[in-house]
């Protein structure tokens, strides 16, 4: 199977498709993201959030909030004020949950060393629960994800179970989660750009190698080294601040059909 042909094939389909998520189209701080990757020959964009805050009005089995059973009392992708949540909680019947939900961005990638070239550029910038995953037909998928998320309950049979000192110092949590979203978003499109042209030099001046993909090893990253001109001192201390556990590279390699 001529696996260029068919990432052709498959990004063409994905592109032409109409947007089914529930805002009906590309978030606005993720947008230029999505445009310069699918303008890159060996990537498309499958899925993207740009982060958000939301309430949930549903039931709670332990700890997982079953969303599909969920009403969306509260969504918004920028800053979230006290008076919005209280409107919002007024219409909860069972159990409120505020959650804040960084990026999430899911991107097929032709090549495995170009995974590995964008699961970088998403580990410098923060994002660092990205993930490849190498599927059977042999579709390589990089998820972009980090760690810094927040979901707590504030109702229980809609009866509110904190007070509005509480929800306010929520608010003020979520919403530093987000301008730190934005912080990383805003990084991770100008890691990327740097990338793409490093590469493009690269490219040009050497032929790539074929890498072994029967497996990955995974090892520790020297964070200086592997960020380089893409990260400034300044940014390096705030990433080490902002998360403490950096889990390196995560593949998951599925065995070809026979």
């Known amino acids: 199977m001529d696996l260029s042909a068919e990432f052709k094939r498959w990004k063409a389909q994905c592109l032409s498709k109409a947007d089914l998520s529930r805002k009906g189209s590309v978030d606005e701080d993720v947008l230029e993201i999505v445009q310069l990757l699918n303008g890159q020959e060996q990537f498309f964009t499958t899925s993207s959030c740009a982060g958000r805050i939301i309430l949930l009005d549903g039931s709670i089995n332990g700890s997982e909030v079953q969303k599909q059973n969920c009403c969306w009392l509260l969504v918004t992708h920028k800053a979230c004020v006290k008076d919005d ?14 959650k804040f939900e960084p990026l999430v961005l899911h991107v097929q ?5 170009d995974a590995q070239i964008l699961h ?4 410098d910038s923060g994002f660092r629960n990205s993930g490849i995953t190498v599927g059977k ?18 109702s ?19 919403n530093q989660k987000m301008e730190e979203n934005k912080k990383r978003i805003e990084r991770f499109y100008h890691c990327l750009q740097y990338a793409l042209e490093k590469e493009t ?5 050497h032929p790539k190698e074929k ?30 601040n902002n998360d403490h556990d950096d889990p390196g590279i995560s593949v998951t390699i599925f065995p070809e059909d026979c």
């Open 137 to 154: 037909r042999g579709k390589i998928m990089l998820a972009v994800r980090s760690t810094h998320g927040l979901e707590v309950p504030l």
């Open 211 to 240: 890498v072994n993909t029967s497996y990955i090893r995974k090892k520790k990253r020297n964070p200086a080294k592997a960020r380089g001109k893409c990260v400034t001192e300044g940014n390096e201390k705030e990433l080490e």
């Open 85 to 98: 949540v209280t409107v919002a909680l007024k219409k909860a019947k069972g159990d409120a949950v505020l």
């Open 156 to 174: 229980h049979q809609g009866k509110l179970m904190v007070t509005e000192e509480y929800i306010n110092f929520l608010l003020k949590i979520a």
């Open 109 to 113: 990638c032709r090549q495995l060393q």
């Open 120 to 123: 970088s550029v998403a580990m």
């Open 201 to 205: 030099v690269s490219t040009t001046s």
